[in-house]
């Protein structure tokens, strides 16, 4: 049973701000909140260990004044502090490994800022199967007078054409326990035709749409009848899925977005879409691992 919300803190404005997103998250859950902190001290194999503390002094200064203050402004939330000596990427996946939810601070534009920098925190998602969220310093992820998330709708892409409902449980639980409207977005381009370029006649185009919103409300109604309470609105747009996702989680509280998991160490791991979302979303990302 997951038994709590991972959240990494490095100092950054990010790390902060996805450590008070984190909490509100664990006291919408019920669940005790971890802050870890994952830098590698060890000297490798050869080379004379350093005998300085204060990278280590520094970090656990860091976890002791953050856990601190999210205990003054949340005292009933259960609050724990680890920091790990080892490759951050490693040390990451080890402990998400046995939690509900790893929180991390994003910088958005190519990278992921403090302990996961660049690739490495590219490597943390590819290898955390469990529900990975990314979060800016904005507005929506700094500390609030109720202590809650933003009063703000979700968002969650959908692929109607792969089975994704690892995706759709964590939209519709989240969705649930915040009692906000989860839109839920399926894109589809038009094929270019030789000679007319991507214009089908109106009543093909019609009869297309027509199909994928069957598909898309016949793939959300075993969720809709388990969440009634869940207000949903199912749309099929026309054009590039990053673009309409970017467009309609721009007020968005949380956009939720899928990576397969794959077996194989070769491929991409992450889609063009959830690899666009990470890099250019101001809301809040969740990149959930489905088959």
Known sequence: MDQRIVVGLDGSP??????????????????????????????????????????????????RQASDGLRE?????????????????????????????????????????????????????HAVEKPVVLVRATKDALPHA????????????????????????????EASRRACTLHALHCWMLPPLV??????????NAQIAESLNTGLNDMLKPWRDRYPAVDVDAQVTVGHASQQLLEKSAEAGLVIVGRRIRQSSLGAHI?????????????????????
């Not at 968002?155 to 519709?172: K, N, W, Y």
Request: glycine letters at 10%.
């Open 195 to 204: 000679g007319s370029g991507a214009a089908y006649d109106p009543e093909t």
């Open 73 to 125: 402004k949340h005292p009933r939330l259960d609050i724990s502090i680890r920091s790990f000596d080892g490759r951050p990427a490693d040390s990451l996946a080890d402990v998400a490994a046995t939690s509900g939810m790893l929180v991390l601070g994003s910088r958005g534009l190519g990278t992921l800022r403090g302990f996961v920098l660049g690739s490495v925190g590219m490597a943390v998602i």
């Open 14 to 63: 990010e790390s902060v701000a996805a450590t008070h997103w984190a909490a509100r998250e664990a006291l919408l859950r019920g669940l005790p909140l971890h802050l870890v902190h994952a830098e590698e001290w060890s000297s490798p194999p050869g080379v004379p260990a350093a005998r300085s503390d204060v990278p280590r002094q520094w970090a656990d200064n860091l976890l």
């Open 146 to 173: 109720q202590g809650d998330h933003l009063d703000r709708d979700m968002v969650v892409g959908i692929d109607i054409s792969r089975p994704c409902d690892a995706l759709l449980a964590f939209a519709f639980d």
């Open 271 to 291: 889609g063009p879409i959830t690899h666009a979302m990470l890099h250019h979303s101001t809301a809040p990302v969740a990149v959930i691992a489905h088959e």
